[in-house]
């Protein structure tokens, strides 16, 4: 799997296995007490591995599996997603929305006084630092990706490895 892609922040993948689903759900429901790497976690047919909290940093990625059944035959569709935090990731969503938010309100300021033909300069200033606050945002997320690409290895491996302790193989699509 390849994970260097420089433009997607949230990497996803799709595979096909030739085992119902509900097999596969239990597999990874039975991993959960087996071992102490990863912890994994299950919701109807949503599976969740995380870096446990000893290893964890602020960057620390998860994997969100998708384990779906083919109507039309016994095959099982996984859906894999890889990314950061829920927390981290609306935090960071939020800085996102906060800094678009005053880029407009300052550019219309300053559009609406340059207008009036009166001084605009603070709120264009405040305009322009938005745009280095949003490039820097950018720049955080990306190195936070980079940071987490190890643990990203990890978890794919672990699902992996998974799989075939059960000599189960994705099938190509």
Avoid at 41 to 59: E, L, M, T
């Amino acid at each position: 799997m390849s994970l260097t892609n420089e433009i997607v922040l949230r990497p996803r993948f799709k595979f096909d296995v030739n085992v119902d689903n509900e097999t596969l759900l239990k597999l990874f429901e039975d991993t959960k007490n087996a071992q102490t790497d990863f912890i994994v976690s299950r919701i109807d047919d949503h599976v969740f591995i995380k870096i446990p909290k000893a290893k964890q940093h602020f960057w620390s990625p998860q994997l969100h599996l998708e384990i779906n059944k083919n109507e039309t035959t016994t095959n099982s569709t996984v859906y894999g997603l890889f990314g950061p935090n829920p927390t981290v990731w609306t935090m960071f969503m939020f800085f996102h929305f906060i800094v678009i938010g005053l880029f407009f309100g300052f550019g219309v300021w300053a559009y609406t006084n340059w207008s009036l033909d009166t001084n605009y300069s603070l709120q264009l200033a405040i305009t322009l630092f938005m745009v280095i606050v949003w490039i820097a945002l950018y720049f955080g997320g990306r190195i936070g990706k980079k940071t987490g690409t190890d643990q990203m290895h990890e978890l794919h491996t672990f699902m992996r490895d998974t799989l075939r302790s059960k000599g189960i193989h994705a099938m190509h699509t």
